[in-house]
């Protein structure tokens, strides 16, 4: 065998990827081994960034669900028109790529469908949240850097 050459993995160690991916509660997760690219996900597709290695599996911790009594936090004067974009998952909301950069998108700018609005990072995997359809971003609810439940409301869109 050369020794340039790294090695493959195993079935087993692929499957034990999938099996604690699985556990950590990732929604999609796209990980390297040598040669080897492996796509995983599970519910409904959310944009990942690829990363050439998994952090080590930190045991899931229980999210308390949110209150069955507490719609999107909308403003009082808000339309039944405006489409709500929620959080996927729990993380840390952020509203834009790096510290320095600018936000992915400001109050008043027009989005088009699968523009990316803001990331979501969780476990160390940042996770694109893109609009569901074209329109104006009305508002931006949580502070940046800020954490966010499963259903947070993130923006206010007014469709076009």
């Known amino acids: 065998m050369p020794a340039d050459r790294s090695p493959e993995p195993t079935l087993d160690e692929l499957l034990d990827a999938v099996d604690r991916?699985?556990?950590s509660g990732f929604h999609q997760a796209d990980l390297r081994f040598g040669g080897v690219r492996l796509r995983v996900s599970r519910g409904p597709s959310v944009p990942v960034r690829s990363v050439e290695a998994a952090p080590p599996p930190v045991p899931p911790v229980e999210a308390a669900p949110p209150p069955p009594s507490a719609p999107a936090a909308a403003p009082a004067e808000a339309d039944?028109?405006?489409l709500t974009v929620s959080s996927p998952m729990v993380g840390?909301?952020?509203r834009r790529p790096r510290p320095d950069a600018d936000a992915f998108v400001e109050v008043g700018d027009r989005v088009k469908k699968g523009q990316v609005l803001c990331i979501i990072e969780a476990m160390k995997l940042m996770n694109n949240i893109e609009a569901e359809a074209a329109g104006e971003v009305v508002e931006v609810l949580p502070e940046d850097a800020s954490p966010v439940q499963f259903g947070d409301p993130l923006f206010l869109v007014r469709p076009s």
Do not use: N
Request: proline share 0%; aromatic share 22%; net charge negative.
């Open 92 to 94: 840390t909301f952020y």
């Open 80 to 82: 039944d028109a405006l």
């Open 21 to 23: 991916l699985a556990a």
